[in-house]
C-alpha cells in the first residue's frame, strides 16, 4: 500500500508519525492506546502539538499519515467527529 503513494508524501507521512510517536512516549501513553490510536489521543496531538504549530496542509497531510500508517498495519482508525472538531479548531486558531 505505502507503494502506491508518491515519495515526497512519504516522507511527510513519516514525519506525523515520528511526532505522534514521540508525543504518545512524552505522555508515557499505554502503546495500546496508540495502535490503533484513540479518537481522545488523536484529537490531543493536534491540539497540542499540532495546532498553532504548523500550516492547515501539514496538519491534515499529518492525520492522513497516521490514517495510511493504520491501514497498512490492518488497525481500526478511529479519527472521527470530534477529531474532525478538534482539526477544525486547531485550524481557525
Do not use: Q
Not at 488523536?42 to 498553532?52: H, K, P, Q, Y
Amino acid at each position: 500500500m505505502a507503494n502506491c503513494v508518491l515519495p515526497s508524501m512519504l516522507s511527510n507521512y513519516a514525519s506525523s508519525l515520528i511526532c505522534f510517536i514521540k508525543f504518545c512516549n512524552n505522555f508515557n501513553m499505554p502503546e495500546p492506546d496508540c495502535m490503533p490510536a484513540l479518537e481522545t489521543i488523536l484529537s490531543m496531538f493536534i491540539s497540542m502539538w499540532v495546532a498553532g504549530s504548523v500550516s492547515k496542509g501539514t496538519m491534515k497531510m499529518w492525520i492522513e499519515g497516521l490514517c495510511l500508517w493504520h491501514v497498512i498495519n490492518d488497525a481500526l482508525w478511529h479519527g472521527n467527529s470530534v477529531l474532525r472538531c478538534t482539526i477544525k479548531v486547531g485550524i481557525n486558531t
